[in-house]
Structure formats: structure tokens, C-alpha cells
């Protein structure tokens, strides 16, 4: 597509619920990222998806959290068990296919703003 | 640890005068800094991306300038209008790793 298109837009749960987060990124960027940034707070690095390469899991805060990517193209971000903490918006990002991809900036979606109540 | 400042959670300035955003960093050597703008609701939008050995790019109105001795960069906006009234986030990037983000910036431009 045009852009990186997340869903749902705003998600709200109850304290002790699974829910499921889809990022559909830009057609043909092989790289995808997760983040979570909370009211007034930097953006917080989740996951990072490669082509077929094993994701690098480093930011996830807790095992209550799992992202997977199928086919290379959408990803789906887990999280089991909620907590009132895990409020916050939920932000997928893609980039070129580069070998350096720090020389490109990430297209970001809109994100997903989950309430915990 | 590793530590990104942006000073000024928030800055006001009048339409017309030039905004200049500071970014500070400890304890990291990064190979490229960008910067992007947030409006509310929406994800950040990637605006600029400097390298280490460059010392200063432009692209329009926009100015960011990488003292990797100050371990600093300033963001310019020249001839500033309150469509630029938004969040401005930098981002740290080091080869193998990911880019890690600011606090961000929220600038007010004043008609």
C-alpha cells in the first residue's frame, strides 16, 4: 500500500486480556520495527523484523509479549495477559531493504492507542 | 547508560523567528542522527538524516547541524509559521543496532 496502515486504531481491554496489534507495512521494505510510546514519552524499541533473518526481541518488556511476521509482509503483535501498564500507543514502522539502514528514515503508521482498564 | 536529551519538553516562539531544537546524547557513538515530527494521533514523520562526518545539512527550511564532539545537534526551522507547531523527535542510530528516539520537543509557533 501507500503507507504503513496499522489496525485497530484505538483498542480498549480488560485488565487480563489477549490482544492482537496488525501492522501492514510498505510494499517491498523488508524491514519492520515495533514500538511503544507511552503519554509524553519517547518511543520505547519492541521488535525488529529482517527479511527471513530471526528478529531481534531485545525491547520487549516481558514474555507476556510476541510479535510474528508472516510471509515477510504483515506482522502481528501479541500481548497475553494484559496490564494496566501496557497502556500506551503502539507504533509499526517499515524501511527500504538496505544494508545500512541507517541511512533511511522509517515510514511510520498511526499507530495503535490500547487502554488497559 | 546510554542517555538522549531534548532540551526543552516545550518551546513557544513567535511566527516568522527561527526555532532551534537541541539534541544531547551520552555514552553513545552513533553513525547517523535524524529527526522527525509528530503531530497528535499520528505517527512520527521522518524529515532529515545527518552522518557522523557531516557537519550540517539542509533541506528547505530546515537546518540540522552534528557536533560529535558536543555530542549535540541543533534542528533549525527558519521563517517558522504555526503549521510547523508539532513534536520534534531525534533519533540515534549505531550500526547493528536500532535506532533509539528522544523524548521529542513540543514546539509552538505563535501567529
Known amino acids: 500500500g501507500a503507507g504503513v496502515s496499522q489496525s485497530p486504531s484505538n483498542k480498549v481491554t480488560e485488565k487480563g486480556k489477549d490482544v492482537e496489534l496488525r501492522c501492514d507495512p510498505i510494499s517491498g521494505h523488508t524491514a519492520l520495527y515495533w514500538y511503544r510510546q507511552s503519554l509524553g514519552q519517547g518511543l520505547e524499541f519492541l521488535i525488529y523484523?529482517?527479511?527471513?533473518?530471526?528478529?531481534?526481541k531485545s525491547g520487549l518488556p516481558s514474555d507476556r509479549f510476541s510479535a510474528e511476521r508472516t510471509g515477510g509482509s504483515v506482522s502481528t503483535l501479541t500481548i497475553q495477559r494484559t496490564q494496566q501498564e501496557d497502556s500506551a500507543v503502539y507504533l509499526c514502522a517499515s524501511s527500504q531493504p538496505l544494508g545500512d539502514r541507517g541511512r533511511e528514515g522509517y515510514t511510520f503508521g498511526s499507530g495503535t492507542r490500547l487502554t488497559v482498564v | 547508560s546510554q542517555k538522549i536529551e531534548q532540551n526543552s519538553e516545550a518551546l513557544n516562539i513567535q511566527e516568522g523567528k527561527t526555532a532551534t531544537l537541541t539534541c544531547n546524547y551520552t555514552n553513545y557513538s552513533p553513525a547517523y542522527l535524524q529527526w522527525y515530527r509528530q503531530d497528535p494521533g499520528r505517527g512520527p514523520v521522518f524529515l532529515l538524516l545527518i552522518r557522523e562526518n557531516e557537519k550540517e545539512k539542509r533541506k528547505e527550511r530546515l537546518k540540522v547541524t552534528f557536533d560529535t564532539t558536543l555530542k549535540q545537534s541543533l534542528f533549525h526551522i527558519t521563517a517558522s509559521q504555526p503549521a510547523d507547531s508539532a513534536t520534534y523527535l531525534c533519533a540515534l542510530y549505531n550500526y547493528g543496532q536500532n535506532f533509539v528516539f528522544g523524548p521529542g520537543t513540543r514546539l509552538s509557533v505563535l501567529p
Open positions: 523484523f529482517q527479511g527471513n533473518s530471526a528478529p531481534d
